[in-house]
């Protein structure tokens, strides 16, 4: 089984601070994806890395793939209260492993206090 | 943009009741999945499909079945809810080869009484 683990679970900052959010696992990944998810709603997915030791910018955030597709972290900058979210990490299978399933982390809920 | 909808957003059921929850997206993707939500557990997949009639069990099948008889619309099917069943339910779907990113709905919050 696959798993996959957000580290902080839980992380409350003042607006202005940066931030780094990871996400580790044992497991190889064909491909990693950050989604956020405001409350009551769905998540919505913010990237996707693809490459061992990718780096993707979003405005402010700043996402990265370990070289050996088993990690990934999100740097935050400078952050806004509308960063205020649950932010989730899923891992994709490889095409042809029989899968279509993506392994998500249980998410770090970030609360930006303006 | 793709588009995934839900039938409702909030629900309110009793014990025992016979509940669907719809799900239709408009980007023609062949998989479609069901989670569930609940603090601290994460999101939690229930049954998914990869095809039209096709279904698989997923990680907590139990209490739960589900329909697809076309290919945009994906139903899950509370046979006879439980207040354990009082969550979050979220539909994605996502095309059937390359990264696998997923689409979800806005979600429906369940409750059982």
């Known amino acids: 089984t696959q798993l996959l683990e957000q580290s902080p679970q839980f992380l409350s900052i003042q607006e202005g601070e940066n931030l780094t959010v990871y996400c580790n696992s044992s497991s190889v990944f064909s491909s990693l994806q950050w989604y956020r998810q405001e409350p009551g709603e769905g998540p919505v997915l913010l990237v996707t890395?693809?490459?061992?030791?990718e780096v993707k910018k979003l405005k402010r955030l700043t996402f990265q793939f370990g070289d050996a597709r088993k990690d990934s972290s999100l740097h935050i900058t400078a952050a806004q209260p509308g960063d205020t979210g649950l932010y989730l990490c899923?891992?994709?299978?490889?095409?042809?492993?029989?899968?279509?399933?993506?392994?998500f982390g249980k998410g770090t809920k970030l609360s930006v206090i303006p | 943009d793709v588009k995934v909808t839900q039938s409702s957003r909030y629900l309110v059921k009793r014990t025992g009741e016979k509940v669907f929850l719809e799900c239709v997206q408009d980007?023609?993707?062949?998989?479609m999945f069901w989670y569930r939500q609940d603090p601290g557990l994460g999101l939690r997949l229930i049954y998914f499909?990869?095809?039209?009639?096709?279904?698989e069990k997923g990680d907590i099948p139990e209490g739960y079945s589900v329909s697809r008889e076309k290919k945009e619309r994906f139903s899950l099917i509370l046979e006879s809810a439980s207040t354990n069943q009082t969550s979050m339910y979220l539909c994605?779907?996502?095309?059937?080869?390359?990264?696998?990113?997923?689409?979800f709905g806005p979600g429906t919050r369940l409750t059982v009484t």
């Open positions: 980007m023609d993707h062949e998989n």
């Open positions: 994605a779907s996502t095309v059937l080869a390359g990264v696998y990113e997923q689409y």
């Open positions: 890395v693809v490459t061992g030791g």
């Open positions: 499909s990869y095809d039209v009639k096709m279904k």
């Open positions: 899923a891992g994709a299978p490889f095409y042809g492993a029989g899968s279509y399933q993506l392994t």
